[in-house]
């Protein structure tokens, strides 16, 4: 008899002592995009927001945190594979404060990325703001904790990143002055140069064990084939062809730094496998609808247009791969959670 993914994960868990030991880690840090986002653009400026009904609607106390999802994301789950009792708070939140922070924090933003510019586009935190709001973190941590402890604590969180999509659908494909100007391959150069800079620069701030996601694949987003698609409610084959390219850069490009930075554990979480047998075959994990999110009419709906009005939001959102046109439903992110543990043991061993 075959295990089912559920099986292997709970024999993950029990090998990994979790169960006994509580935190398989200090502490958790986490970067990116609307896909980690668990708040911090709430405080921003912004359109990009998901604090408001229907997202939310199955997360705890069924409150809009400002998750883009109608409940826990993949980094949530992963927390709690690692034992936490509590998720790392977004870092621009009140929750943010005292000892809550030896646990780690949240520093994404929705609608930011490996390019600067995307997020300056969106009002949202760039990658390089999110690193000098680590910076200033590991102060308040080293007055908390002291110099020794909070030294531990930086080098043995688990450091997550998560960037790129919206590089690329919201901003590269809808912009002439990139779009015109740089090749796919040419643009992919440049998110790796800042990819390989923030690694670097983690690196020097003391972190040892960083996991990063891989693009999924951009061209099967519900968003995705509303705009770019042509009417064919496929997915967009050159899209899929862009993250392909990408994700081996990265990977290339993650072999490299892990062998000249001494003592670095560097994963690149796959998630474009996972999520595209998700979408290609969603009855096999139990899913009913993978070309549409659930909320509204599930094809171009997301933040502001993803609202408590919203006609046609279904009422089981499990049955769905995608919450709205851009990000997972809760069930989706637990497959893809699962995912993640079994590819990031090297990080915790």
């Not at 993914?5 to 030991?21: E, P, Q, S, Y």
């Not at 995307?118 to 002291?146: C, D, F, N």
């Not at 549409?292 to 049955?319: D, F, M, Q, Y």
Request: charge should be neutral; charged fraction near 15%.
């Amino acid at each position: 008899m075959g295990f089912e993914r559920g099986d292997l994960v709970a024999i993950l868990l029990i090998c990994m002592g979790i169960a006994a030991k509580g935190q398989l880690v200090p502490a958790l840090m986490v970067f990116g995009d609307s896909i980690t986002d668990v708040g911090n653009n709430n405080k921003l400026y912004t359109v990009v927001k998901a604090n408001f009904p229907p997202y939310g609607r199955d997360f705890e106390g069924h409150s809009a945190t400002g998750r883009f999802c109608n409940g826990k994301l993949a980094t949530d789950f992963t927390a709690e594979n690692l034992g936490f009792s509590e998720y790392p708070a977004a870092y621009l939140s009140k929750e943010a404060t005292g000892e809550r922070l030896l646990i780690g924090a949240n520093f994404a933003s929705a609608a930011s990325g490996y390019f600067d510019r995307t997020a300056h586009l969106y009002r949202a935190i760039s990658l390089t703001q999110q690193l000098a709001y680590y910076r200033e973190y590991q102060t308040k941590v080293v007055r908390i904790a002291g110099n020794s402890n909070a030294t531990d604590i930086f080098s043995g969180a688990i450091y997550v990143l998560s960037a790129g999509s919206s590089d690329f659908v919201q901003n590269y494909y809808i912009n002439p002055l990139l779009y015109n100007t740089h090749t796919p391959d040419q643009f992919s150069d440049i998110l790796i140069q800042s990819f390989s800079s923030f690694v670097q620069n983690l690196y020097a701030l003391g972190a040892r064990r960083i996991g990063v996601t891989s693009l999924p694949p951009i061209g099967c987003l519900p968003a995705s084939i509303t705009l770019f698609g042509t009417g064919n409610n496929q997915c967009v084959a050159r899209m899929n062809g862009d993250a392909i390219a990408f994700n081996k850069k990265m990977n290339d490009a993650a072999k490299s730094l892990q062998s000249s930075l001494n003592g670095l554990k560097l994963v690149v979480f796959d998630i474009y496998n996972p999520l595209l047998d998700l979408i290609r075959k969603p009855s096999d994990s139990g899913f009913f609808e993978s070309r549409k999110g659930c909320c509204g009419t599930g094809t171009i709906e997301t933040s502001l247009l993803c609202n408590s009005r919203s006609p046609g939001t279904c009422r089981n959102a499990t049955e769905y791969v995608f919450w709205d046109s851009f990000h997972p439903t809760e069930a989706t992110n637990k497959v893809l959670a699962d995912s993640l543990l079994e590819q990031g043991i090297g990080l915790i061993s």
